[in-house]
Nanobody, 122 residues
Framework: QVHVEESGGGSVEAGGSLRLSCVVSGSTSKMGWFRQAPGKEREGVAA????????YYVDSVKDRFIIARDKTRRKVELQMFSLKPEDTAVYYC??????????????????WGQGTQVTVSS
């Protein structure tokens, strides 16, 4: 089990950019960013392998979001560009401390941050 803490977020107009950061307290196999919009289920949007730095994005954010970890493997950032009103949500960072499975699998994350609000106005 690791402690996960996000920072960043805020409000921006459509077309703008924001950056989210996440720090974990221990080793992970992968880290991901999720979001939950009002009235909708939480969805995974991006993931990065802690060992290889390989990344994965869902189609709705591909070519607009960039996930990257640093050399310590304890910090992950999500850079968001060309933001749209439909990107408005609470964004969560999550860590998977079990054996690595697949970056496209969002069901096996074990530890979560508290969430940070991202609001995109039209």
């Amino acid at each position: 089990q690791v402690h996960v803490e996000e920072s960043g977020g805020g409000s921006v107009e459509a077309g703008g950019s924001l950056r989210l950061s996440c720090v974990v307290s221990g080793s992970t196999s992968k880290m991901g960013w999720f979001r939950q919009a009002p009235g909708k289920e939480r969805e995974g949007v991006a993931a990065v392998s802690s060992r290889t730095e390989r990344t994965y994005y869902v189609d709705s954010v591909k070519d607009r979001f960039i996930i990257a970890r640093d050399k310590t493997r304890r910090k992950v950032e999500l850079q968001m560009f060309s933001l749209k009103p439909e990107d408005t949500a609470v964004y969560y960072c999550a860590a998977s401390t079990g054996l690595f499975t697949s970056l496209s699998k969002f069901e096996d994350y074990t530890d979560w941050g508290q969430g940070t609000q991202v609001t995109v106005s039209s």
